[in-house]
């Protein structure tokens, strides 16, 4: 066979876990999509089902129907889409799984695995009977199924490998997974390179490093132009302000020592309020009193957003890779414990310098962030700002969900 026809993606998303996974998943799915590959998702509740639908729609086109995701209980083979014009994905619950107990679904997955194996094995042999070449060797290829759980085990992944070759999302190290294809996209500096692959020897191939971020499509293929002069700053903490940063934020800028340096400067902030930020009111009230401050709240272009600015302060996380994708020079700040290795790790690499952690010294962490914006938005910044791009589009050039999807249909990671 040419390549797979068919990759099956197992992912949750719903109150219990980040929405991320699902995400990264689709902008994988897409990739696949683009190289003739069809998707089919498995998630293990109704709340993963609507979650994948509700990120489909919100990213990609609500309302069309070229990208919409039916919900059915039959066999993957008869949802296949003729053509990507049409049903690009589809996607089933597992009757029997959960999504904190992958091991419990193993009965039901192992099952399609093995009918999708059958179906194979007899397209195969009728298309040798069908041209007289009955007497050559039938080789049926395994399906592919990428895995982006928290909640493997080895024991699971090991049940998978005689019936798919089994790539697998991994962030956490936690144990060597015997997988054939191991995708880790974290900042990982060269003195730390040989550690990583330690962790995964069982692994049939990786691919480690931020190139192979899977972002998604609003993040490819796009680059601001540095400017001369800094005229617009995002500032993100993403879907939440536990520690009210932004809140603070406004306050130290409008403060005595500081109105005169960005107030009339001509600097236009803009902020995005997340969904679950509790500050809402109070900083539509002192947005309404400064005319160069600008929130924007349900984002869904946020690309278009990152495009029109200059210069960025952000929480660490995801937003920092869409950021060096897009080549926006930005400072990062911490504000959980899985975000303090990344943002170190942009630092080093020279891309993104980060202000310190917000949980440990408010004060100070605000400080360095204005000394940093500062720094970066001087009249002679430009320099500064130029090097930071192009050590950010080294890291992350928004072509990994690509890079991943080759992986999968690779001619060596196809066949017995």
């Known amino acids: 066979m040419g390549t797979y026809q068919l990759i ?7 109150k219990e876990i980040a929405s991320g996974h699902l995400t990264r998943c689709l ?7 683009k190289l003739g590959m069809a998707v089919h998702f498995l998630v293990s509740d109704e709340e993963s089902l609507a979650l994948l639908s509700d990120i489909c729609e ?11 995701l039916p919900v059915s209980e039959k066999e993957p083979s008869s949802l296949l889409p003729a053509s990507a014009a049409e049903k690009p994905f589809s996607v089933s619950r597992l009757q029997t799984a959960s999504y904190n107990h992958l091991e419990q679904e193993l009965p039901e997955l192992t099952a399609l695995l093995s009918s999708q194996i059958s ?9 040798f009977s069908g041209s007289g070449k009955t007497d050559t060797p039938v080789t049926t290829a395994k399906p592919v199924i990428l895995l982006d759980s928290y909640f493997v085990t080895e024991p699971y992944l090991s049940a998978l490998k005689p019936l798919a070759k089994v790539a697998y999302l991994d962030d956490l190290r936690l144990f060597d997974y015997p997988v054939d294809l191991l995708i880790n996209y974290d900042v990982i500096p060269d003195s730390e390179l040989a550690a990583y692959r330690l962790s995964y020897q069982n692994a049939g191939q990786l691919l480690l490093g931020a190139a192979y971020t899977p972002l998604r499509s609003q993040f490819q293929g796009k680059q601001i132009s540095v400017k001369n002069q800094v005229k617009n700053i995002l500032i993100t903490t993403g879907a939440s302000d536990p520690r ?3 809140l603070a934020f406004i306050n130290k800028l409008t403060s005595p020592e500081l109105s005169d340096a960005f107030g009339p400067s001509g600097v236009v902030f803009h902020m995005v309020i997340g969904k679950l930020n509790t500050d809402k009111t109070a900083l539509y009230r002192l947005a309404g009193e400064l005319p160069f401050v600008r929130l924007h709240e349900s984002v869904a272009d946020m690309a278009s957003l990152m495009l029109n600015c200059d210069f960025a302060i952000s929480a660490a996380g995801t937003t920092l890779y869409e950021l060096c994708a897009l080549g926006v020079p930005a400072v990062s700040f911490t504000m959980a414990d899985n975000q303090v290795i990344s943002a170190k790790a942009f630092a080093a690499a020279g891309a993104i310098p980060c202000a310190g952690d917000i949980r440990e010294n408010q004060d100070e962490v605000l400080n360095a962030v204005f000394q940093l914006m500062k720094d970066y938005s001087s009249d002679d910044s430009y320099g500064k700002r130029k090097s930071a791009q192009t050590a950010m589009r080294r890291l992350v050039d928004g072509n990994g969900a690509l890079r991943i999807a080759r992986a999968l249909k690779n001619q060596n990671f196809k066949n017995f």
Do not use: K
Request: net charge positive; charged share 15%; aromatic share 10%.
């Open 58 to 68: 919100n990213l990609y086109g609500q309302g069309n129907p070229s990208l919409s």
């Open 119 to 127: 179906r194979e094995s007899s397209s195969l042999f009728r298309t």
């Open 27 to 33: 902008s994988i799915a897409l990739a696949c999509r």
């Open 244 to 246: 009210h940063f932004c």
């Open 8 to 14: 099956y993606i197992r992912t949750d998303g719903n």
